[in-house]
Structure formats: structure tokens, C-alpha cells
């Protein structure tokens, strides 16, 4: 345990800066009786979980003295005190979480759907329209993961950056996103957490790009339980990053070391950190040491278990708040008895703030109780049923009965009165209709954009030719797509692995650096988990950034940040955030086990709330970049990699034409069967029409065009409904995309009751594709496997007309 030493100097202090001093200390302790109240609320049962941020209130108050307005945070859940002191959550609202209040009025940062301590502003309204961020203190919506606050802290650091020195943005209508770059982006993270490799993908991305970040590690020695000899070399983050410090002629970062425990030092490094980075633009790593954690990790667990009395005696004796006190009484700023009048003030906002919050969380339900146990009475008078006097009473005693247990009895009782005739069981049923649809709404909404800005809601323009038009290979129709897209939206930006000078490896941004300049078409390092990051933190500040990953494998790199942050967005906020990024990368088809995977499965079932749009071709995917940069929901777009060689006729409307998300399109009109595909399977399937012709088989290939929405106007279940056979022909593995589709179609369009034969998948198979063409031709779907599988299906329903192939 480190040795401790403190300054015993007294100074004198003027009346204005007492006040605050007392105020910072009332301050901590409405914190800290928070975090106490707030553990008894969930032992007590009233509470699901609760996390708090006790220990680090005088550390966090420090902090927020330089939070300025327009300035972001993307911290974690131990974070409450910072928000206390720049008004962005009142005890109320904190404990409204803790009981999970599904009401944004009561918990504006989640609306019930986060547990407690993860804090949020409300960025748009509900019309879509960006909120001014200069006007206010704002903060990124934070996420449970550990570490996965990092990534996004560099895009919401980065923004300042583009908008300090992009020359494009400095008009009227980008004012509301920054004032000149002067905007910070503080991140907060315990000191365990940097073991993971996104927090140090982060700080060296931070570095190479000189941005205005300021990241606190909150150092208490342990993570959970498992102390820090553990989890870092040297056990100290600050001694092992030492190498990134700046010097007078290499960039790098501030590295500035304090105690938790040490007011006036932490007030003058949290001044010195905001100075550098706002300024100067240079990121700013402040290890606070020694930080204590009064309570342990969480409700689920007593820290007694794994620390020693020697450090159960620190951190008694080394409490922020306590010496915080000793601190204050030794330099004869306020008395004794004035520190336990704030003190006990604190305590008393804070139960008061908890009664409140539990009353407006508890009595609309207490009504719809009531409610319910009126009419299941009347049920069980009118039908005779006694079951029902058990449901009602049950119900009825049931002090804290929540939502579930209300609708539960409902349900229930509707059951048991299956079949008969009342006007009671006509009212419980209209009363559980309603409340299924009222909880759809508290508990199942803003997946995606539910605003008028909703990319479903951009209007189908079909791409127009010239009487002759021009052959050229592929990558010139994305290309000169891009040349419209930066042209005509000057906050749209480009980075990624080779983006930039070489204008990616297959030179669909070939000479864009050259025209819009190394801000908005950049080169990134090898580092996907944060190319995410910055796509997702940029487009929360206004930009619209396209994050290239290189490859559709590679895209594993950064899945946990599409899946946990990205994705969840919209729906953890309530439709209170948004991040509109559009995720550009490559695949299908490509050689090798590394390079041609399909993990469609995988993103549609881990990447709800991004659309996922799988062009066959790239005028197909230049309609999609047109389409979802009118939008406010985020994006994957997969270009076929074997496309850019390949000949299209060039669009005579570029950067005007847009393909639907949602709608498939019937490529081909027939009768006998429906195939569905998409990507660069399809192009094998829709090569194989003429062999189909002469076989005398009348195929409707369909291709998909998006999984994620998926055929909004069951274009493919009017298919089966004609054809009465489908065949899903996918590059993924066996269970993947093909299921889904198939799921989608015989479930939710009523395919199954339209199917004369088996419906079938023809998939990949179960392993990475082997590497070279005969590899992919046996390891994937080739045109014999497709054209064999919808034979074999019409031989099924002819045999005459189609006599055995083998």
C-alpha cells in the first residue's frame, strides 16, 4: 500500500471561495448518503441492484469544476458525483433508476431500461432534431462493459478536433456542435478496467491524433476482488504509460499523478489537465491514487471477503470525505458542528429525494393494482370461478407488486375463465390489452428511429442511364458516389486502414484525400475496435462519419462495441441519443480463411438496431451510402468485394439515387419456385437464369437487399404464395442468415401455409472457407450446389418432367 503525505500548511482563504469549499463538502456527502441509502433501497428488496460511486466524490467534484458547457463525457457507473455537480442528475432522478421508473420524465437518462449510476443527456428531441450541445453539460450514454466507455470517448474527443480545423464547418448551421473545438471530452474508467485491450487501443490512438480528451483512472487498488498486482505491471497504469508523456519535440500525452484523498491537490491538476487539453488539444491521463471504496464493488457482494485489515483500516482512515473534514477543521474553515449541520442536511435531501422518487415510482402502479383487483373480483363474481378470490387477494396483499405481478394475475385469471361469457372477462381483456401495448412502448420502442428522420422514411430514387451509358468498372460508380456524398454534406467524414492516401485497397476513395483534405478522409491505424469509436462518438456530436473496417472479418474486432454500444443506443436512451455512423467494409467470396468469412448470423442476432445492408453490386451499395446519409440510424453496409473489377453501367444521377432499406427486389419474375439470396451469392444465382430457362424451370429470384429490416412488405411471402417453393441460397453457415430468412418467411409472412414442397437452405459449410477457388467452390455454395438443390426440389413435385441428375 502506498505511503501517504500530507501538506500541513495552513492558508487563508477568502468568504467566496469558504462557501464553496463547504458546498463541495455538503456535496459529497448528498453523494455519498446516496450510495449508502441506495444499498439499503436493493438489501431491502425495494431495489433490483445497485452500483455507486462511493470513494471518489472529492475526486469527481474536482473534475466537474472544469466541466464546461459543450464539453462531453463517456464515463462509467461509478460516476454519480460528477453528474450531481454539474446538474445533469438529482438525487431523485438517481434514485428513479435504482427502482427502474419507466417514465424518461422520471429518468431522463434511461427511462427505467438502464440499471443505476448510467447516466445520459437527451441529445435530440423527439421530431429527430439535434439539441444545442454548446448550451449544455453533455454526456454520452454509458454502458455496463468494462472499458467500452473508451472507444467512444475518442470520437466525442475527436469532433473538436474536425471542428476546430475543418474549414467546411465553421457556418451557422454547425455552431450548435461546437464553439471552435474548444470542447473537452472527459473519460472516467477504475483503474482494473485498463487491462483491457480497448482502453489501451484507445490511448494510443489518443496520442497519434492529438485530441482534447482527459482520461481519470480511478485507482483503488482492486478490481472486484482481485488486486492490482494482478492486473497491472508495476501496479501502477501511470508508471507503465510513462512512455507516452510529451516531450519538447515528440507529441504524446500529460500524464499527471494525485491522490483521491488530497482536495487542493486534486482542484489544481483537474485545472492543469483542462488547460492542456482545451488549449492546446493534447490528451491528458490523470491517475487519482489511493482512492478508497467504502461499500465494496456492489450490492452483490461484501468487500470484507478480500481485503485485509490493513486496507480495511486505510480505507476507513483515507476516505475522500473524511479527510476532506480533517482538511477543512485544520485550516479553521468551518467548525465542527457546522460540518455535522451539512452533513446531516445531506442526509436528510437525500431520504426525502428517496421517498419522493419511491412514491411517483410506486403510485400509478398502485392504481392499476387496484384496478385489477376490482375487476378479477367482479370476474369471479359473474362467472362463479373461486380460483380467482386467490388471484385478487394474493395480488391485493402484495405491498410492492410491480407491473409484472399486476399483469401476471390478469393473465392468469383470463385462463381460468377460458371460454366463458362476461362482461368483467370483457373488461380484464381489454384491460390487458391495453396494458401489453402501454409496455411495448415503456419497454420495447426506439430499437431504431422512430422520428421523421428514420432512413425508412427516405423515398425510393432508381438509379437513371443515358441513352448509352458508360461501362466502368465497379469501384468508379462508389467512387464517384463518395466525390457527391463529401460534396453535397460537408460534415460527412472517411477513416480507416488505407482510406486515405491510397483511397482503400480497392480505390473506391481514390483521390478524395486530394480534394477534401486529410480531415475528412483520413488513414487509420490497425485498430478497428477504435476506427467504431470514432465513428460513434463523432456522429453523436453532428458529423457523419463512414468508419471503414477493411474486411467483413475483421469486423470481430470491433463487435462488442457494435453490439453493447452502437446497437443499443437509441433503446438505452429511450430515443434520447443517436448515432448515425455508417459502418463501411468488404466481403463475400474473397479467398482464404481469414478473408472470406460470412458471419451474417452473427450481426443480425448481435447487431439489433443497426441496419445491415448487403448490396449485390456497388451501384446497389452507392444507393445505400445515398439512402442512410439522409438518415438518424446507424448502418453496416457490405460491399461485394469481387464487384469493383467487375463492369456497371455508370448512373447518370450519382448521389442521387437510393436503395429502399427493407425492400427486396424481384430480379426475376417466374412461377415455379422463389430463391432467395443476396451479396455475391446472388450473382451466382441470377448467372444461372438461362441454364434454369432451359431446363424448363421458371425461377422468381428475389434478392434480399437488407437483413436488418428485413422485407418490410413481405414481398417474398407474395412470392411463395405464387410459387409454393422457396429455396434461401446464403454464404454463411448452416443456422445463420438462412434461418433467419426462413424464420422470417414461413413465420411471420405466413409462408408456411403456401408451401406445396419442403422449404429449403443451401448454405456454406460449417468451416472457414479453404483458400483459392476450388477452396471457396467447396466450401461455399457454387452454381452446380444451387442449380442441383432447385432441381431437386420440382423433381420432387415432377419426377416425370425432371428425371434424376446422378
Not at 501511470?238 to 504524446?252: A, C, H, I, P
Not at 449485390?616 to 469493383?644: K, S, W
Request: net charge negative.
Amino acid at each position: 500500500m502506498a505511503q501517504t503525505k500530507e501538506k500541513t500548511t495552513k492558508k487563508k482563504f477568502t468568504a467566496a471561495r469558504k462557501k464553496e469549499i463547504l458546498a463541495d463538502f455538503k456535496l459529497g456527502w448528498v453523494s455519498r448518503h446516496m450510495s449508502l441509502i441506495g444499498r439499503k433501497e436493493v438489501l431491502t428488496g425495494k431495489a433490483k441492484f445497485g452500483i455507486f460511486g462511493d470513494g471518489k466524490e472529492i475526486p469527481q467534484i474536482a473534475l466537474a469544476k472544469q466541466f464546461q458547457e459543450g464539453d462531453f463525457r463517456s464515463g462509467y457507473y461509478r460516476d454519480q458525483t460528477i453528474m450531481l455537480a454539474i446538474d445533469h442528475v438529482t438525487p431523485q432522478q438517481l434514485f428513479a433508476q435504482l427502482y427502474a421508473h419507466a417514465d424518461v420524465e422520471a429518468d431522463p437518462s434511461s427511462a427505467g431500461r438502464q440499471m443505476n449510476s448510467h447516466f445520459a443527456s437527451r441529445l435530440i428531441d423527439e421530431e429527430g432534431n439535434w439539441v444545442d450541445q454548446t448550451k449544455t453539460k453533455n454526456t454520452s450514454s454509458d454502458i455496463s462493459p468494462t472499458a467500452g466507455q473508451m472507444a467512444r470517448l475518442l470520437g466525442l474527443a475527436q469532433a473538436s478536433k474536425v471542428y476546430r480545423n475543418e474549414k467546411a464547418l465553421k457556418g451557422k448551421e454547425w455552431k450548435k456542435f461546437s464553439n471552435n473545438g474548444n470542447e473537452i471530452a472527459f473519460g472516467t474508467i477504475g483503474d482494473a478496467s485498463t487491462s483491457e485491450g480497448v482502453f489501451w487501443e484507445t490511448i494510443n490512438a489518443g496520442g497519434v491524433l492529438q485530441i482534447p480528451m482527459v482520461v481519470s483512472v480511478w485507482d483503488d487498488g482492486f478490481g472486484i476482488s482481485v488486486a492490482k498486482k494482478y492486473q497491472t505491471t508495476k501496479e501502477s497504469i501511470s508508471e507503465v504509460l510513462s512512455g507516452f508523456q510529451r516531450t519538447e519535440d515528440k507529441d504524446g500525452y500529460e500524464i499527471l499523478t494525485v491522490k483521491a484523498w488530497d482536495y487542493e491537490a486534486l482542484i489544481e491538476t483537474y485545472e492543469k489537465a483542462a488547460k492542456i487539453a482545451r488549449e492546446e488539444h493534447v490528451p491528458v491521463l490523470v491517475h487519482v491514487q489511493e482512492v478508497t471504496q467504502p461499500q465494496g464493488h456492489s450490492t452483490s457482494g461484501s468487500h470484507e471477503r478480500y481485503k485485509n485489515e490493513e486496507r480495511l483500516k486505510f480505507e476507513e482512515e483515507y476516505c475522500c470525505l473524511a479527510r476532506f473534514r480533517k482538511w477543512i477543521l485544520d485550516n479553521k474553515i468551518a467548525a465542527k458542528k457546522k460540518l455535522d449541520e451539512l452533513e446531516e442536511e445531506a442526509r436528510d435531501e437525500v431520504n426525502e429525494a428517496k421517498t419522493a422518487a419511491w412514491k411517483a415510482f410506486m403510485d400509478p402502479i398502485k392504481e392499476e393494482k387496484a384496478t385489477v383487483v376490482e375487476l378479477i373480483n367482479k370476474l369471479r363474481e359473474e362467472s362463479g370461478v373461486e380460483k380467482l378470490g386467490e388471484y385478487a387477494k394474493n395480488l391485493k396483499n402484495y405491498p410492492t407488486a410491480i407491473r409484472k405481478d399486476i399483469l401476471s394475475a390478469a393473465r392468469k385469471s383470463l385462463v381460468v375463465t377460458a371460454g366463458k361469457q362476461s362482461s368483467a372477462r370483457e373488461e380484464l381483456m381489454e384491460w390487458v390489452s391495453n396494458s401489453l401495448e402501454e409496455n411495448a412502448e415503456r419497454y420495447n420502442s426506439h430499437l431504431y428511429s422512430e422520428t421523421p428522420k428514420s432512413p425508412l422514411n427516405v423515398d425510393e430514387i432508381k438509379p437513371e442511364y443515358e441513352e448509352k451509358p458508360k461501362r466502368v468498372d465497379g469501384r468508379m460508380v462508389i467512387r464517384e458516389n463518395f466525390d457527391k456524398l463529401f460534396e453535397k454534406h460537408p460534415n460527412t467524414l472517411v477513416f480507416g486502414e488505407d482510406s486515405g492516401k491510397l483511397g482503400d485497397v480497392n480505390k473506391g476513395l481514390e483521390g478524395m484525400q486530394d480534394t477534401y483534405g486529410e480531415i475528412r478522409v483520413s488513414d487509420a491505424g490497425i485498430r478497428e475496435a477504435t476506427i467504431l469509436g470514432q465513428g460513434i462518438g463523432m456522429s453523436i456530436r453532428g458529423l457523419r462519419p463512414i468508419a471503414e473496417i477493411q474486411y467483413l472479418d475483421y469486423l470481430l474486432y470491433c463487435f462488442q462495441g457494435i453490439s453493447d454500444d452502437l446497437a443499443t443506443l437509441r433503446y438505452r436512451t429511450k430515443g434520447g441519443q443517436a448515432a448515425p455512423l455508417i459502418i463501411r467494409t468488404r466481403g463475400h467470396r474473397l479467398e482464404g480463411i481469414w478473408h472470406s468469412g460470412s458471419p451474417m448470423g452473427m450481426i443480425i442476432n448481435g447487431a439489433r438496431g443497426v441496419h445491415l445492408c448487403v448490396p449485390r453490386n456497388l451501384t446497389e451499395a452507392a444507393g445505400f451510402y445515398n439512402t442512410l446519409i439522409q438518415g438518424d440510424d446507424p448502418a453496416i453496409i457490405v460491399e461485394p468485394l469481387n464487384g469493383y473489377r467487375l463492369k456497371e453501367n455508370m448512373p447518370s444521377n450519382i448521389g442521387e439515387f437510393t436503395t429502399p432499406l427493407g425492400k427486396p427486389e424481384v430480379v426475376n419474375e417466374g412461377t415455379d419456385i422463389t430463391v432467395v439470396s443476396y451479396g455475391s451469392t446472388f450473382n451466382i444465382v441470377e448467372s444461372l437464369l438461362p441454364q434454369f430457362e432451359d431446363a424448363g424451370i421458371s425461377v422468381e429470384l428475389i434478392d434480399v437487399r437488407t437483413l436488418l429490416p428485413f422485407d418490410l412488405d413481405h414481398v417474398i411471402g407474395k412470392s411463395l404464395s405464387k410459387t409454393n417453393r422457396l429455396l434461401v441460397v446464403d454464404e454463411d453457415v448452416p443456422g445463420g442468415a438462412s434461418a433467419y430468412i426462413t424464420q422470417k418467411v414461413l413465420e411471420e409472412q405466413n409462408g408456411y401455409f403456401n408451401l406445396d414442397s419442403e422449404p429449403r437452405c443451401l448454405t456454406a459449410h460449417d468451416h472457414r472457407p479453404a483458400y483459392a477457388s476450388d477452396g471457396d467452390y467447396f466450401s461455399k455454395p457454387n452454381a452446380e450446389d444451387i442449380f442441383e438443390s432447385v432441381y431437386g426440389i420440382m423433381r420432387e413435385a415432377d419426377p416425370q418432367q425432371y428425371p434424376p441428375i446422378y
